[in-house]
């Protein structure tokens, strides 16, 4: 009975933390908007011209690329939500650099706050899904160098890897090193990808589109060698 009710508390937190998460959300998404109105009725217009729409687009200054950050992290932040088309904003809305370092920056939060919340709440049910997670990362002989992967693939719920990082017990210092060389490339790839689907480079949005499919096949090889690895070890 006991353990039903902690159950059911740890289950009433988490509601109120993504009850507040999203209500943050709004607020944050509503400011932008304000912010970016009047470019997003230029970019609506047929007859808008490019080079002033892009120069209007990315003369925005440190509040809304702190905005736009905080709202990124905060999709991030929200189990089974991907946040990947805030990220691909972030490319469109500052270009290709600074959307990539927004990115990192974004992603590498929403982690350490899915970690945390996960650390302080103290989650013991796992589901099948769960294990399989858990089960892949701990085939790596390096468990660093799995969570890494693991953050690396956008295929994968950030929620699973964090769960994942924390069962395994994988230190702080090293789990926030693994979040922030993991989205690396996702973040590179969305903040491209987004700069050139905004300059119209269709098919360099394809090419992104296609090393974002090259890592999830880079994932699966790698854990395939792994697994036949422990396979003949045994």
């Known amino acids: 009975m006991e353990k039903e009710k902690m159950v059911q508390k740890r289950k009433a937190i988490i509601r109120v933390l993504i009850i507040v998460d999203v209500m943050l959300i709004i607020i944050v998404a ?26 209007t687009f990315r003369n925005h200054g440190p509040r809304d690329i702190f905005l736009l950050i905080l709202l990124t992290s905060l999709m991030g932040a929200i189990p089974g939500i991907s946040n990947s088309i805030f990220c691909v904003f972030n490319g469109i809305l500052f270009g290709s650099w600074l959307g990539f370092i927004m990115n990192v920056v974004a992603n590498s939060l929403g982690n350490i706050i899915i970690a945390f919340v996960i650390k302080k709440v103290n989650l013991k049910n796992k589901t ?10 701990s085939r790596f002989n390096n468990k660093t160098i799995g969570l890494t992967l693991g953050y690396m693939i956008p295929i994968i719920p950030s929620f699973l890897v964090n769960y994942a990082a924390l069962k395994l017990n994988i230190n702080s210092r090293k789990r926030i090193f693994s979040t922030i060389i993991g989205v690396i490339p996702a973040s590179f790839l969305y903040a491209f990808g ?36 422990e396979q003949l070890t045994r």
């Not at 970016?36 to 007859?47: G, N, V």
């Not at 090393?211 to 697994?227: D, E, G, N, T």
């Open 30 to 55: 509503s400011i932008l908007i304000k912010d970016y109105y009047p470019e997003l009725i230029r970019l609506l217009d047929k007859r808008k011209d490019t080079q002033l729409l892009t120069a």
């Open 194 to 229: 987004g700069d050139f689907i905004f300059k119209g480079k269709s098919q360099n949005a394809v090419i992104v589109i296609s090393c974002v499919m090259v890592l999830a096949l880079l994932y699966y090889f790698i854990y395939r060698k792994h697994k036949q690895h």
């Open 128 to 137: 099948a899904k769960l294990g399989n997670v858990i089960q892949d990362l």
